[in-house]
């Protein structure tokens, strides 16, 4: 079935870069998708979302992009910080019973 | 104000034995969602409360997993003969509206770890 899918499964970067985390979703009737934070022992917490009415939206050093045209979605992160380490899910709204879909996550470690 | 709240944390249990996991949404929100999430795993849906309309139960993984909703406050989710794959962080999540293609935010509890042995 459509999925939520992301296509790096780690990602390791280094205190003070800027961090990078794609998303491919493929349910094109999706129009809302959002981004969560998982620390560990933690349930997701809200990051960000994007409607499919918008390409860009930006929050507090993140920034979530959406390309409707080849169905992709990022989160990007400016000046990642050790407390920025966790597993990041994207999540479209395109569960048929209002649930959200969820890809397998991307883990983020940032080195000091 | 206080968020999704979960209970217990933890929940170690033998196999065959009945678990009965709890979920406090936050005040005023219609909308209720329980998801499992397996270790290294996405979170997979298992059921919806939509005010109090009858749930959907058709994703839940099996016969032996029910799950009841007073009016628009506490869940409760529950597994009967408990095996060793029910094993997995159990979430719960609360919206305001839900709804099939909502666009409202779903705020998640921390979780139930439950472990059978």
């Known amino acids: 079935g459509e999925n939520v899918g992301l296509h790096l499964p780690t990602l390791s970067v280094q205190e003070g870069d800027n961090s990078i985390i794609n998303c491919a979703y493929s349910n094109s009737a999706s129009d809302y998708f959002i981004w969560y934070k998982q620390e560990s022992g933690k349930g997701p917490q809200f990051i960000i979302d994007i409607r499919s009415n918008m390409d860009k939206r930006q929050g507090q050093r993140v920034t979530v992009l959406l390309n409707k045209t080849v169905k992709h979605l990022s989160l990007q992160i400016a000046a990642t910080q050790p407390g920025d380490s966790a597993v990041y899910f994207c999540?479209?709204?395109?569960?048929?019973?209002?649930?959200?879909?969820f890809g397998k996550g991307t883990k983020l470690s940032v080195k000091p | 104000g206080a968020g999704v709240s979960q209970s217990p944390s933890n929940k170690v249990t033998e196999k065959g034995k009945d678990v009965e996991l709890r979920c406090d949404p936050i005040?005023?929100?219609?909308?209720l969602y329980w998801y499992r999430q397996r270790l290294g795993q996405g979170l997979e849906f298992l059921i919806y409360f939509q005010g109090n309309s009858a749930p959907d139960k058709s994703g839940l993984p099996s016969d032996r997993f029910s799950a009841e909703r007073t009016g628009e406050s506490v869940s409760t989710l529950t597994i009967q003969r408990t095996q060793q794959e029910d094993s997995a962080v159990y979430l719960c999540?609360?919206?305001?509206?839900?709804?099939?293609?909502?666009?409202?935010?779903?705020?998640f509890g921390p979780g139930t770890r439950l472990t059978v042995l």
């Open positions: 999540a479209e709204n395109g569960g048929s019973q209002g649930n959200l879909i």
């Open positions: 005040s005023g929100h219609t909308a």
């Open positions: 999540a609360s919206s305001q509206f839900g709804g099939p293609y909502g666009t409202d935010t779903q705020y």
